[in-house]
């Protein structure tokens, strides 16, 4: 599986946006980029996807670069509650079979 | 969204017993389930994928006489620790995604905690 980087935390404050980075260098053309977040003592949830364009979902937006190789979790607007380790994950499109490797993270604190 | 359970939640037991965890989805079938462990301020490790009437996929390291996978059904998925011990204590999640392909992203269930004393 192709690796992603992330830093390992970032800090923000409530009800601004937040931008969370995430190199994959190594990126094939077959890969898409995912984001799962983790908050604590609870299973991981899906955040976004994506393969070449922007996308935008309730939750965040992706911003994924022009050569693939880097791209951005956008939460627009941060809540206490969106304190959580998030995960950027490169997922072969396999079918809903394919398997997710998980790096490291960034663990993201929110301050009131 | 969909929705993976887990059972139990939380489990203590002595070491050499056996402990079986579910993972069950709830509004949706899968004909592959995953299983992780993630240790304290760690990340999620996958352990195995679990295929619905047929023998588990473990990954590297990963002994399969200890944790043993059963798919029964395409909605249930369980994992038993055999002869525990405290090295095993750690933290147990299932993931699945809808066999029908309409959804790209894979559901977690809440996790299991177990505690081998």
């Known amino acids: 599986d192709a690796k992603t980087t992330q830093p390992n935390s970032m800090e923000s404050n409530e009800e601004e946006p937040v931008h969370l980075p995430c190199n994959h260098s190594t990126i094939s053309g077959t890969d898409y980029i995912h984001w799962y977040r983790q908050l604590p003592s609870q299973g991981p949830e899906y955040v976004i996807h994506?393969?070449?364009s922007n996308v935008n979902n309730r939750m965040a937006s992706l911003a994924i670069a022009e050569d693939r190789k880097s791209s951005t979790l956008i939460l627009h607007r941060a809540t206490l509650r969106d304190a959580a380790v998030y995960y950027c994950?490169?997922?072969?499109?396999?079918?809903?079979?394919?398997?997710?490797?998980f790096g490291k993270g960034i663990t993201l604190s929110v301050r009131p | 969204g969909a929705v993976v359970s887990q059972h139990p939640s939380r489990v203590i037991c002595k070491s050499g017993t056996s402990v079986k965890i579910e993972c069950r989805s709830l509004?949706?079938?899968?004909?592959?389930m995953f299983w992780y462990r993630q240790f304290p301020k760690q990340s999620l490790m996958l352990m195995a994928t679990s295929n619905e009437g047929s023998k588990a996929t473990y990954e590297q390291g990963v002994e399969k006489d200890k944790f043993l996978i059963n798919h029964a059904s395409l909605t249930l998925s369980t994992l038993t620790v055999t002869s525990a011990h405290p090295e095993d204590s750690s933290f147990y999640i299932c993931?699945?995604?809808?066999?029908?392909?309409?959804?790209?992203?894979?559901?977690f269930g809440p996790g299991t905690r177990l505690t081998v004393t």
């Open positions: 993931s699945a995604s809808p066999m029908d392909g309409t959804r790209y992203e894979q559901y």
């Open positions: 994950i490169l997922r072969d499109w396999a079918g809903a079979n394919s398997k997710l490797t």
């Open positions: 994506g393969l070449t």
């Open positions: 509004d949706f079938q899968a004909t592959t």
